[in-house]
């Protein structure tokens, strides 16, 4: 994560530093691992969960300002069908736990 230079850094109105990765998969080692890092690099976790629509995914990514996420194959879809409907437009790195083809 650190040399890829994720994930970016939000400020809020009192000048704290925030630096989110989210993770988007059933529960897994990958997930673990990926959330095991944040911990070490103090980085903090944003979950998604199956149960969310693309109104609650992209609600969350806009709060954050989300640009990294994580994620199981299953999401990459959906992920890339948000965006070309014009959701999750903060995201700019994808990680799959998987190979991609």
């Known amino acids: 994560m650190k040399s890829l230079g994720l994930p970016n850094i939000n400020k809020n109105e009192d000048g704290k530093e925030f630096k989110f990765i989210g993770i988007w998969s059933k529960n897994r080692w990958e997930w673990l691992a990926t959330h095991i890092a944040n911990m070490y690099y103090k980085y903090t976790t944003i979950g998604f969960f199956d149960s969310m629509g693309v109104q609650a995914v992209d609600f969350i990514i806009k709060q954050t300002e989300l640009t990294s996420l994580f994620l199981s194959k299953e999401y990459i879809q959906k992920i890339i069908s948000m965006k070309k409907d014009g959701f999750a ?10 190979s991609v083809t």
Do not use: G, P, R, W
Not at 89 to 98: L, R, Y
């Open 89 to 98: 437009t903060t995201i700019t790195h994808i990680v799959s736990f998987e």
